[in-house]
């Protein structure tokens, strides 16, 4: 099995970003776990949760996850924010690649994430509440990645001497 990338981090750490820029630094296809949703089901994240429910939301996602750690190809893939909630998705992510937690302070992400009317828990959950149950499961990551004083070049950088080490 080839090695794959997977990039985590609470919604607003910039794993989409340093994805991109990573995935061309390292010349390997990037894929996004809830972008891939939207296209398989023809519907944004937001309208899934609307029409659908998280639960349906969460087993799509948990799906695409199952099948990205099946393929024998070396990519990087930024996970959605809640994916490592399901003990399931952390075992698929852990035994098929390399986990990299993007760690930014949650008074950043609330900045970050203030006026954003297109993520869909945001609406029903306080920020605060869903980073500190989310947590648990990006502090599995086979590194964390401090990622306060740094621009998403800079941590594509970091990422990228840290894997050319270990991958």
């Known amino acids: 099995m080839k090695e794959k990338i997977y990039l985590c981090g609470f919604m607003g750490s910039g794993k989409t970003t340093v994805g991109k820029i990573l995935s061309e630094k390292m010349s390997r296809t ?20 609307k029409t659908r429910g998280e639960d349906e939301f969460r087993r799509m996602e948990s799906e695409v996850i199952r099948r990205l750690s099946e393929r024998n190809e070396s990519c990087i893939i930024a996970l959605g924010g809640g994916s490592l909630i399901s003990l399931s998705n952390r075992k698929l992510v852990r035994s098929s690649g390399y986990l990299i937690y993007l760690k930014t302070e949650l008074s950043r992400l609330m900045l970050r994430l203030s006026g954003h009317r297109d993520r869909p828990l945001l609406q029903t959950v306080k920020v605060d509440t869903l980073f500190r149950l989310r947590e648990p499961g990006y502090l599995e990551a086979n590194w964390i990645c401090d990622c306060e004083d740094f621009d998403a070049e800079a941590i594509a950088d970091l990422i990228l001497k840290k894997c050319q080490k270990k991958i």
Not at 33 to 45: N, R
């Open 30 to 49: 990037f894929i996004d776990t809830d972008t891939t949703v939207e296209l398989e089901s023809g519907m944004s994240v937001a309208e899934i949760f």
